[in-house]
């Protein structure tokens, strides 16, 4: 069974640079690049960055590039985002997401092209 797993998000305070996990299970996870994904309340689901199979071509929305840093560690099967300087505009739900490397050619903020998401994780930046 393919699981993408979530952890490391909850109340947080503005300034504040916690990091997210996602642990992948049950996938080649070096044949897919990974990211992560957001949703806040009444918003469409936004792209927010993406590495690919190998740690190297990494992409990231405007609104996080300086801010958030993905990474992946392909010996525990983990992706990572690093969020530093927290807004409240950052709060949402974060989604890991996976898409095979031979599709990764396609638009890579489209969220259609990913067929495996993680059940979310909850963070909340509070002023």
């Known amino acids: 069974q393919v699981q993408l797993v979530e952890s490391g998000g909850g109340l947080v305070q503005v300034g504040d640079s916690p990091r997210l996990s996602c642990a992948a299970s049950?996938?080649?996870?070096?044949?897919?690049?990974m990211g992560w994904f957001r949703q806040a309340p009444g918003m469409d689901r936004e792209f927010v960055a993406r590495?690919?199979?190998?740690?190297?071509?990494?992409y990231y929305a405007d609104s996080v590039q300086g801010r958030f840093t993905i990474s992946r560690d392909n010996y525990k099967n983990t992706v990572y985002l690093e969020m530093n300087n927290l807004k409240p505009e950052d709060s949402a739900v974060y989604y890991c997401v996976a898409v095979p490397s031979i599709y990764s050619s396609r638009p890579y903020y489209d969220p259609k092209i990913y067929n495996l998401w993680g059940q979310g994780s909850q963070v909340t930046v509070s002023s």
């Open positions: 590495i690919a199979w190998n740690g190297g071509n990494t």
């Open positions: 049950g996938l080649a996870f070096t044949q897919y690049a």
